[in-house]
């Protein structure tokens, strides 16, 4: 297997909501439950444990899902400047509503 080869997630397949679908509709995900878990079980886990999978569009505009093979370069990364939090009650924000 080359650096660049593409590794398409069989079983998975990746398809634009139609143009009747509601606005919060971003994508239509099919899986064949066989393949895919055999596909999956044969993918090599990152140091979390997980599979990525990326959605990608081909040069001919058609959309696929492919195995996440992107890893951080050799350079060490920075971490993330600390945010100071602030937690903030749903009583200090009127008409506020959780949307789930």
Known sequence: MSENEI???????????????????????????EKFA???QAQPVNEKG??????????GGKMYAAL???????QPQQPAPQQPTQEVSADAMPGTEIPF
């Open 7 to 33: 590794i398409y997630a069989d079983g998975f397949w990746y398809n634009e909501p139609s143009d009747n679908a509601p606005s919060f509709i971003k994508a239509n995900i099919s899986i064949v439950p």
């Open 38 to 40: 055999a596909w999956l």
């Open 50 to 59: 997980y599979v990525k999978i990326t959605v990608k569009e081909s040069k």
């Open 68 to 74: 996440d093979q992107w890893k951080p370069s050799g």
